[in-house]
């Protein structure tokens, strides 16, 4: 198993799209997709592995019958659900390396807990309307809670509800796929954050220090209690 990087990508939507596509030429030894949806006529503009065809079919169906179009080595796999803290830790047993790309801030805290737990390092990335992030923690860098401190209690936006333009999920799952790459060449780029504005044209990258206080870092968070991901942000 020591060769062998078996990735575990969350979401099969705007963000994985171009991961998805990118990772089938790459030295992937297998790729598992978890999602639960269908594909929606209102999202194909920024979910670009799918086409008209395709409405109303499983999104990990495809995604995978896709991948396997384009695969010049990885086999995959798919996993039908939301990934969940029951089935989370399970899941990353059998895999190296965990990409998130999901559309509500639960499921990225979620994955940002469980990847930690498990050790498996954790590509994330989120965007709302022309704006968006992608970043790199490995288990022994910043985090995503280093970044976002926690679930904002209040109402927030997801990508589904304020939209996100198609051109904006492409270039931060290039930029994730590309974090992978790196991680699969044996870089270790932990704590990188990379931000993208297209209207400004800003393509920034800065890097995230661990905080002395984040619950994940410091020990605290050692489980995957159901109500820490329950507050504002159910897709
Ligand atoms: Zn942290």
Redesign the pocket.
């Known amino acids: 198993m020591s060769a062998a990087h078996r990735i575990l990508v969350v979401g099969a939507g705007g963000l994985s799209s171009p991961v998805l596509r990118l990772l089938s030429q790459s030295e992937a030894t297998h790729i598992t997709i978890v999602d639960d949806d269908v594909v929606d006529e209102s999202n194909l503009h920024r979910q670009t592995l799918y086409g008209p065809s395709d409405v109303g079919s499983s999104k990990i169906e495809r995604a995978a019958e896709a991948v396997r179009t384009l695969s010049t080595g990885p086999t995959v796999s798919i996993v039908e659900g939301r990934f969940v803290p029951d089935t989370a830790l399970g899941l990353l047993e059998e895999h190296t390396l965990l990409v998130e790309g999901a559309d509500n801030l639960a499921t990225k805290f979620l994955v940002a807990d469980a990847a930690r737990i498990a050790g498996v390092p954790a590509v994330q990335a989120g965007a709302v309307r022309w704006a968006g992030w992608a970043l790199c923690a490995l288990p022994d860098s910043?985090?995503?809670?280093?970044l976002f401190e926690d679930i904002p209690r209040d109402r927030i936006e997801t990508c589904a509800e304020a939209g996100v333009v198609g051109p904006v999920v492409g270039v931060l799952g290039a930029l994730q796929a590309a974090f992978v790459f790196r991680l699969l060449q044996g870089e270790r780029p932990g704590g990188e954050l990379w931000h993208y504005d297209a209207l400004r044209g800003a393509l920034r990258k800065t890097f995230v220090r661990?905080?002395r206080d984040?619950p994940?870092?410091n020990g605290e968070i050692q489980d995957l209690r159901m109500e820490r991901y329950t507050a504002a942000c159910a897709a």
């Open positions: 910043a985090c995503l809670r280093c661990r905080r984040c994940l870092c």
